[in-house]
């Protein structure tokens, strides 16, 4: 296949040039696909995960269980550990004018 780029407008070579710039993103990200696939395939026949084998596998953390330090005045089985968002009854409940230690255990 020949082109002219002699003959063609400065828009048209533009057009032209995203056209290329996209052809080989969409190339190399094909080879890639197909290179990992590969590598994934020989780790399964031996046994492992290509995470395993490239040590890109990270313990989860493991958080302890945290006691409840509040609870809902009107229903006790709700509490709260006072850790992340608070519950809608202690934003109730600050804004009836009771404070955090008036809902502590």
Sequence with gaps: ???????????????LSAK????????????????LAQIEEKARQLGFTLSELTGDVKPRRKRAAVAPKYANPKDPS???????????WV???LQSGK???????
Excluded: C, H, Y
């Design 78 to 88: 709700n509490t709260w550990t006072g850790r992340g968002r608070r519950p809608r």
């Design 1 to 15: 296949m020949k082109i002219d780029l002699d003959g063609m407008s400065l828009k048209e070579l533009k057009e």
């Design 91 to 93: 934003e109730e409940a």
């Design 20 to 35: 290329v710039q996209k052809a080989i993103v969409s190339f190399e990200e094909r080879k890639k696909k197909e290179a």
């Design 99 to 105: 404070t955090l230690d008036d809902l502590k255990i």
